[in-house]
């Protein structure tokens, strides 16, 4: 199994930026694919970006195409998820999840997931 923590959420102005972090520890492995959902208040959880371990295949949702970038460092055990031109509707908690396989947009397809951290983003 593996555990997921997440971090470097927090509040900032619409348009600023930043930087979450998505710590693996346990049995890990390159084969793993990471994924980044988000769920607001009110709303069904929803996909945001996704990776393969060997970053030969990356995918992201419509709405943060251009502005979120994700990545990984497989020495550090640590994917990160660049958030960039941050808007209001980006508002949510954000979780980190791990799969076996293929990268992949499908939240059922993932067995591990991390607490989430909040991202706040002031009009």
């Known amino acids: 199994q593996v555990q997921l923590v997440e971090s470097g959420g927090g509040l900032v102005q619409a348009g600023g930026s930043l930087r979450l972090s998505c710590a693996a520890s346990?049995?890990?492995?390159?084969?793993?694919?990471m994924g980044w959902f988000r769920q607001a208040p009110g709303k069904e959880r929803e996909f945001v970006a996704t990776?393969?371990?060997?970053?030969?295949?990356?995918g992201y949702a419509d709405s943060v195409k251009g502005r979120f970038t994700i990545s990984r460092d497989n020495a550090k055990g640590t994917v990160y998820l660049q958030m960039n031109s941050l808007k209001p509707e980006d508002t949510a908690v954000y979780y980190c999840?791990?799969?076996?396989?293929?990268?992949?947009?499908?939240?059922?397809?993932?067995?591990?997931w991390g607490q989430g951290t909040q991202v706040t983003v002031s009009s």
């Open positions: 999840a791990a799969k076996s396989g293929a990268a992949g947009a499908v939240s059922s397809t993932y067995a591990y």
């Open positions: 990776i393969s371990w060997s970053g030969g295949s990356l």
């Open positions: 346990g049995r890990t492995f390159s084969s793993y694919a």
